[in-house]
């Protein structure tokens, strides 16, 4: 039970770090860099990002609330796991490609971030079998 609070806690202060960072980088970006992003017509770009990244913070949240749950299915609990883990890559792979894109201009991170994409489709994916385990 405790290993099964440990992980359900680590899956919620995952989502709220990843919520904080996603006020801070929009603010951030929103006021200190919008000249600079509108300059280099990347606004719109960082604006996915964040709404990507606040997405799957609140998705974490919800998936540590989930283990809490299914606390008596050890399959569940795995697969709730995998798809914390993919929600996370997915995160740093595609808001992150996107913001050193943004604030960089290598455009070649564009390629990248598809691959942040699937790691999304790949948590959404865990969660759906998860729940239905």
Same mark, same amino acid.
């Given at each position: 039970? #405790? &290993?099964l609070?440990a992980? +359900?806690?680590w899956?919620?202060?995952m989502g ?14 929103a006021?200190?860099?919008?000249a600079r992003? #509108?300059?280099?017509g990347?606004?719109?770009?960082f #604006? ?6 606040f997405?799957?913070?609140i998705?974490?949240?919800l998936?540590?609330?989930i283990?809490q749950?299914?606390a008596? &299915? *050890? ?5 709730? &796991? ?8 997915g995160?740093l792979i595609f ?5 050193i894109?943004?604030?960089s ?5 564009? +390629?990248i971030t *598809?691959i ?6 790949a ?10 385990k």
């Amino acid at each position: 039970m #405790e &290993n099964l609070i440990a992980q +359900a806690r680590w899956v919620i202060q995952m989502g709220s770090i990843l919520g904080v960072l996603g006020v801070s980088i929009g603010a951030f970006g929103a006021h200190s860099l919008r000249a600079r992003l #509108e300059a280099a017509g990347r606004m719109d770009t960082f #604006e996915t990002a964040v709404k990507y990244q606040f997405y799957h913070a609140i998705a974490l949240v919800l998936v540590g609330i989930i283990t809490q749950l299914l606390a008596n &299915n *050890p399959a569940a609990l795995k697969t709730l &796991n995998w798809s914390a883990w993919s929600f996370v890559a997915g995160t740093l792979i595609f808001s992150g490609s996107l913001y050193i894109l943004c604030l960089s201009g290598v455009t070649w991170l564009g +390629a990248i971030t *598809p691959i942040g994409g699937l790691f999304f489709l790949a948590g959404w994916g865990f969660l759906f079998w998860a729940v239905g385990k």
